[in-house]
């Protein structure tokens, strides 16, 4: 039974969100702070997803996010009230994997885990694969309707970054830190000119699912 933490100062909706983790066989671990979230998912290192309140007593989730991302990868959905698109984007930078406002319905936010849960499994299988582009991440291979693409490795290295996160921003800072290193003396239009060789390699695919997010940075569209 898989562990899914949920965090969220109002319990009704916690414990909403939690009743019905247990009647699609989860295991909803609970908490109604920062402080507590944190605690409770450093002592359950099997858990395999979270969901997060924004506004939340003591530390709000966005610096709960990027907590755990320094130590964990685990797929995060942020839950909360507030939609502005400041929020959202603040979120996605923060580490998130979704993002779903309230009030939601409990049918929908389930099938959001089950979808974030699927992606992460098949991650684990050592395989990515969308709309006929499949990457073999051990390999380092890529294949567009079972033909094979060749990209550089930084090209490679991107579309692995957005792929195994799909419908989450990167921003260029993000991006350059992570394939070029901090120590990069380049400036953003290296990210812009090999996002743009990617999309060219991949054709149709490319337009099609890696969107450009203005004054942002990128992000692989699944839909």
């Not at 007593?57 to 507030?82: F, H, Y």
């Not at 389930?110 to 050592?126: F, I, N, P």
């Not at 921003?171 to 290296?190: A, K, N, Q, V, Y």
């Not at 999309?199 to 997010?213: M, Q």
Request: proline share 3%; hydrophobic share 40%; glycine share 6%.
């Amino acid at each position: 039974m898989k562990k899914i933490l949920v965090a969220d100062d109002e319990e009704l909706i916690m414990n909403l969100v939690c009743d019905f983790l247990r009647r699609d066989g989860y295991e909803p671990l609970s908490a109604t702070d920062g402080e507590e979230a944190l605690a409770v998912f450093k002592a359950n290192p099997d858990i395999a997803l979270v969901i997060l309140d924004i506004m939340m007593p003591k530390i709000d989730g966005w610096e709960v996010c990027r907590t755990i991302r320094q130590t964990s990868n685990v797929p995060v959905i942020m839950l909360t009230a507030r939609s502005q698109e400041f929020d959202e984007l603040t979120g996605f930078e923060a580490g998130a994997d979704d993002y779903v406002t309230k009030p939601c319905s409990p049918s929908v936010l389930m099938k959001r885990v089950a979808a974030h849960l699927r992606r992460d499994a098949q991650k684990e299988v050592g395989n990515i694969s969308m709309g006929g582009l499949k990457l073999n991440i051990e390999a380092h291979e890529v294949y567009l309707d079972g033909k094979s693409i060749m990209l550089t490795l930084k090209e490679y290295s991107i579309l692995n970054k957005l792929m195994s996160n799909p419908d989450r921003v990167f921003s260029r800072e993000h991006l350059l830190d992570d394939i070029w290193g901090f120590d990069f003396d380049g400036d953003m239009r290296t990210v812009d000119s090999h996002v743009a060789r990617l999309r060219t390699k991949l054709g149709d695919w490319g337009t099609k699912h890696i969107k450009t997010i203005y004054g942002t940075g990128y992000k692989i569209e699944s839909n």
